[in-house]
């Protein structure tokens, strides 16, 4: 686990972003970072408490995965990209079931860490590939790049979410707010229609009496 874990969980949690269904906008950053990085499989991918969940997955039909096949839950423990030449001599993916599984068959990995800005990792923007092999610099950049703009569109999100909620609030209490100037108008004119009344009766009270 992450030495932060339950502040990342709940950093991930706040972003609202678990669970939703796929936008192009988060597609179009994975299938750029394939076509970059010559790989067949590219995932946005958030490590949650007991899985990894896939906002993005080109190139695999899956839309989550248990933690003993996560990768990136190794990456998130580091502030830089983890890449894995062959995923068979590591001993942290050696014994992953993800490299006998037949449609992954993974072999390299690589994956950048996605922070929320106080820089806790959420997950990755990561690509796989079925041999083993290694990014160059122009790859590795770019890889690094699409994953700070991965984090930028969440943030720009949650910003906007959280503008939202406070334009409800503010609405809501500009409602309750009327409703109760619109009672204290009520209420001022039932004062004033009663008032008027007791001192119509107070006027008209001595002619009754001297009649």
């Avoid at 906002?55 to 248990?66: A, C, F, L, Q, R």
């Avoid at 923007?125 to 969440?154: G, H, K, M, T, Y």
């Avoid at 108008?185 to 001595?206: A, N």
Wanted: glycine share 2%; aromatic share 4%; net charge negative.
């Amino acid at each position: 686990p992450h030495p932060r874990e339950n502040d990342r969980l709940n950093a991930l949690l706040a972003f609202d972003i678990l669970d939703t269904p796929s936008e192009r906008e988060f597609d179009d950053i994975a299938s750029l970072a394939a076509v970059i990085c010559e790989a067949p499989i590219a995932l946005i991918s958030f490590v949650d408490r007991d899985r990894q969940w896939f906002k993005s997955h080109i190139g695999v039909d899956v839309d989550e995965t248990p933690l003993n096949k996560s990768v990136c839950s190794h990456a998130i423990l580091q502030d830089e990209m983890l890449i894995i030449p062959d995923v068979t001599q590591d001993p942290r993916t050696r014994d992953n079931p993800l490299i006998a599984d037949v449609d992954v068959s993974m072999r390299f990995y690589a994956g950048m860490p996605l922070l929320d800005e106080s820089g806790l990792p959420l997950g990755t923007l990561c690509i796989l590939d079925r041999v083993p092999r290694d990014l160059d610099a122009r790859q590795r950049d770019a890889l690094a790049l699409l994953a700070r703009q991965v984090s930028r569109e969440l943030q720009m999100r949650k910003t906007l979410a959280e503008t939202r909620r406070i334009a409800r609030e503010l609405k809501e209490k500009s409602e309750t707010l009327t409703q109760a100037l619109e009672m204290q108008q009520t209420l001022k004119e039932e004062i004033d229609h009663r008032v008027k009344t007791v001192s119509y009766t107070h006027l008209t009270l001595p002619t009754i009496c001297s009649v």
